[in-house]
């Protein structure tokens, strides 16, 4: 069946003997890691949680979140994963939110539960890494909660790029639906293993299940860092990571890339927000052989929607569109994705709307929010809120959020556009465009730019390098030039905090 | 969405320019293909057809088999495809049992219409090679049904091995998952080009759907023949066939094999009945190169539920274990799959038992036939007849089909085990082992044997060769020498039909 229970019962049964976890803290076959999942789930329901009871999960990146996670499912229990670089009051209102019983967590975070925010909603506390083993070894083994399909299995709550959190219900069918999607669409095997390199608590972690899957294996790296991130894909033999841009730049920038020996990886999947093509050809040129797939997804699709088929991007070194490398790629099977205006109508190849679709891996809604579900997820269609177009060949190109979009003087513009232009200044390290509000033009452009360190840049030299290069409706005339940008934990700028420093703020240029 | 028109739109959306048939009548794109089954949808539905109504097809394995079928599924009819091979009365039975109000046809079987048992049904005809190009091109395309998952989308009849025929009815969920699980497990890719060499009208033909699901390309084989095949493999450049064992044997049987150059073909997919594992090791010696899939599923499944991999056979030339020859593999992803006892226990490892299944490609049940569908469709599993052991690796060994166990003196005989013996005998060419009533015993063990051409042998000559390769009791002492076995379209051995024939007759030993 189309559950979590299912797979991870399947993957003891067929694939008993075989690799699950090979990392650097431990090492278990599908039937240990079973066994240990079993027991879990027992030690969560002596805690009195009861099928459909919710609980918080806050960790490093290890073996022992994926098992409480997977614990969660067995005794039919909905995890709560929690971005654990949320300040305590933004922890509290999630927690709060989603009715937690208890938060299961690793030491770094034993200290949260101390604070006063937390303190009050009396959570009960599981440390995995403090007297859990020995419970692990005094405890029998769980019988599978019989899950359905439809089922709520996890509240995955969104992050901080679009306002207040909302946690996305996705059932064990979802999941283990995109997890189907997801290994074809990278051709998983169980000769696999998998790097856990994006936080957990990030929807980008349930790519691993489409390992788990097909009989792979699992590795985990606690805290992001370049050398730390290839040390572990040497370490750790990993055949496929995930890693979002600023993570693939990180690792780009080690001085001693050269040295390390990877020659076990085939496919870094890559999304969350745009790289430059310059970046992938260098990933392409550093690491030969292995593929890179672009893909875009959302929390609310489980996650990933579309993908670039990898033979199109090898196909670039013999002479293929190049364009490929700006594509968020094709609708993973099973995925129905068109282009809406604002009315609902189908748009043609190359008209700019918003990202619709639908399919198995499309969330059941969001949790106690029946008026933002209703206005989301709408005749089964779930509006993404994203805009794009579709070409002739079916590749989705990605434009903007539809709420990023600026319109200025009546004249709509996608604000990547105008960040894609500025970034081919070689003063630019970073930057971002956001809309600010103007008496003559309803909205006017706003750049906000991070120069190369040890470079300067202003303002006026961003509108004089834009001329020409974009219409001048769409070049920023007033901007701010700063050493940094606030970031999700997925590397995503957060534009929404940047409309809230500059909406009120006079600026000079 | 998991419907099959989600799967056509998106392959055309797609892989639109990509080949969708490259035949040897024929030859299209994805945006070709769906253009003519979008306006074939419109022709089924001039003729008054509803959405939800049946229509039977009969033809021969061509590209307007498959397109016909496409058609309904577009246009939100249900086809029922008919064994062209049962005679008109059967045929009536399952048009008149199914409700249908068309029959699509190819030339090959019009006059089928015109035998007294169908006249009067008042079937309206659709010959799909006379007026059919002509009207296929003044027909406006029809906009698709927006089919559900849930939706009942085909009506496969299941064939003469089990008493009269019942019509499984399978969702398009059903349809497109196991797509997808087939996918996975045969590695799919839009590089693949699948031949239909098997009937269309069975379920093995459902297994194409894996490849429009990749956007690979698909060849027709219209009737089966070892040089007719090898020939369609080679100049069709194929990469994938689904073949039953009988046609593997036909194949290897081809005296010029060695002259066709195959290079294009990487994996041949088998099941359906048990092959001798010496085939097994010349095709893999005949084939070098090409991986050989055994399979194991049925009508009600959509239909694979297991599979070997690949790589465990291969692993055989470097000293792996040829056990693997014998079994069925393993649960395909999102398939639960168990070994009961007749009290509904589950059984260990070992344990020979029922197996019984779950997952999203289990049939929604018989047509109108609730008694049957209840008595197989019970608490969410789906009771196979097929007697089997899980092995400690989680590899399936099916022993048996339930009903053809033979208890003879109050012990379990699996018959197939029996005939596995007699096939070691180097004078059969084929045997079936049935039970027949006795009166001391309850049943007894019955062997029909056809010998190798110009070879001779007798019962006594086969109980002598068993004694001491299977215990006594599991000798057949009666028996028949014949020319022929009765078969279904796939080559399976009617068993029932033997059960009937020789049931009370007297045989001389």
Chains 1, 2 share one sequence.
Not at 326 to 351: C, F, H, K, M, Y
Not at 378 to 392: A, E, K, P, S
Request: charged share 20%; aromatic share 6%.
């Amino acid at each position: 069946m189309l559950t979590m229970t299912s797979t991870l019962e399947r993957a003891a049964r067929t694939f008993g003997a075989r690799p699950a976890i090979a990392d650097a803290r431990t090492s278990s076959t599908w039937a240990e890691h079973t066994s240990r999942v079993r027991r879990a789930a027992a030690i969560l329901q002596s805690h009195g949680l009861q099928p459909g009871d919710r609980f918080a999960v806050m960790g490093l990146n290890s073996h022992l979140y994926s098992e409480i996670l997977h614990a969660g499912y067995w005794a039919g229990l909905v995890p709560v994963p929690i971005n654990h670089r949320l300040a305590p009051p933004e922890i509290r209102q999630i927690v709060d939110d989603a009715g937690c019983k208890l938060l299961a967590h690793c030491n770094a975070f034993a200290k949260v539960l101390a604070t006063p925010e937390l303190a009050r909603l009396k959570l009960q506390p599981l440390n995995l890494e403090s007297d859990y083993e020995r419970r692990l070894t005094q405890t029998e083994p769980l019988a599978a909660h019989d899950a359905r399909p439809d089922d709520l299995a996890l509240l995955l709550f969104t992050g901080g790029t679009t306002g207040r959190s909302k946690g996305v219900c996705l059932s064990h069918g979802n999941i283990v639906s995109n997890a189907m999607q997801v290994a074809l669409a990278m051709r998983a095997t169980q000769d696999d293993r998998f790097l856990h390199a994006a936080p957990m608590f990030h929807a980008a972690d349930l790519l691993g299940n489409a390992f788990t899957l097909v009989g792979g294996s699992h590795a985990y790296l606690p805290t992001f860092s370049g050398d730390g991130a290839l040390a572990a894909l040497r370490d750790r033999q990993v055949t496929v990571a995930m890693l979002a841009p600023t993570m693939i730049i990180m690792i780009l920038q080690q001085p001693n890339l050269a040295n390390y020996d990877l020659a076990s990886l085939r496919l870094i999947f890559y999304g969350s927000s745009p790289i430059d093509a310059a970046w992938v050809r260098r990933a392409m040129t550093a690491f030969p052989g292995v593929d890179l797939q672009h893909n875009y997804g959302l929390t609310e699709t489980s996650p990933i929607l579309t993908a670039v088929d990898p033979a199109e991007v090898r196909a670039i070194f013999a002479g293929g569109n190049e364009a490929i490398l700006l594509s968020a790629g094709r609708p993973l099977a099973g995925v129905d994705l068109t282009i809406r205006d604002d009315d609902g109508n189908d748009l043609a190849p190359g008209e700019v709307g918003e990202v619709v679709v639908r399919g198995p891996n499309v969330a059941m809604g969001y949790f106690n929010r029946p008026d933002e579900t209703a206005a989301a997820f709408r005749d089964g269609w779930f509006h993404t809120g994203d805009m794009g177009r579709l070409d002739d060949n079916g590749l989705l190109f990605l434009v903007d959020r539809k709420k990023d979009m600026v319109i200025t003087g009546g004249e709509n513009v996608y604000t990547t556009e105008v960040e894609a232009a500025i970034y081919l200044h070689p003063n630019v390290q970073e930057a971002a465009v956001i809309g600010v509000p103007d008496e003559k033009y309803g909205e006017a452009l706003f750049a906000v730019v991070v120069p190369v360190p040890g470079k300067a840049i202003s303002i006026d030299d961003i509108v004089e390098h834009c001329r020409g290069r974009i219409g001048a409706y769409k070049i920023p005339r007033r901007g701010d030039i700063v050493t940094e940008l606030p970031k999700s934990a997925m590397g995503k700028i957060l534009k929404n905090e940047l409309r809230r420093i500059y909406a009120g703020r006079e600026t000079k240029f």
